[in-house]
């Protein structure tokens, strides 16, 4: 593995860590009955983590811009493992960011600092879509990791077919000239 995939593979295995340490209260939000209990362990995680020190945030921004500087440099060289596997993980880490930004990062704010006007009932609505969007963005950080691995598995394909063929090139280029002896 090669620092170009490293700058990949670590930060989305990274974020997915992070992810399903959110998982624990997501998923009693979108597949679980909403209670109370629910509903006050969904506002102290998301609290705590919205109010987490500035170097934690930095981190974590941080690391969004090593994966993001990661694909780009694989598409550098642009070939067709490049454009497939490396265009497509693109695509879905740049979803991934869409998402946090558009939703999360907004329901976050909805959640620990409500504007006049917004209802407790508002605040849950937002608590439930910003545990959708979190599920989005693992599946977009999931594809991202299948695709490496495709990329990966479709380099070593190739190179063992392209060994296979000169294996079987020189065999025939050796068997030449014992038959020119013969005659």
Request: net charge negative; with cysteine.
């Amino acid at each position: 593995m090669g620092f170009k995939q490293a700058a990949v593979l670590a930060p989305v295995s990274f974020f997915l860590g992070v992810l399903f340490i959110c998982f624990n209260v997501d998923h009693r939000l979108l597949w679980g009955e909403i209670t109370e209990d629910v509903i006050a362990d969904g506002f102290l995680f998301y609290t705590t983590f919205y109010n987490a020190p500035l170097a934690i945030k930095a981190l974590l921004h941080g690391m969004v811009g090593v994966g993001l500087i990661g694909l780009l440099s694989k598409l550098f060289k642009w070939d067709d493992s490049a454009m497939f596997f490396d265009g497509s993980s693109l695509a879905a880490y740049v979803f991934s960011i869409v998402v946090y930004l558009t939703v999360d990062v907004q329901s976050l704010r909805t959640i620990v600092l409500p504007i006049a006007g917004e209802t407790r009932e508002d605040q849950v609505a937002a608590l439930r879509v910003l545990a959708a969007g979190n599920a989005i963005i693992i599946g977009c950080l999931g594809l991202v990791l299948m695709l490496q691995a495709g990329q990966e598995w479709a380099v070593r394909t190739e190179a063992k077919a392209l060994a296979d063929f000169e294996a079987e090139e020189r065999k025939k280029a050796t068997a030449v000239p014992a038959e020119k002896k013969d005659q």
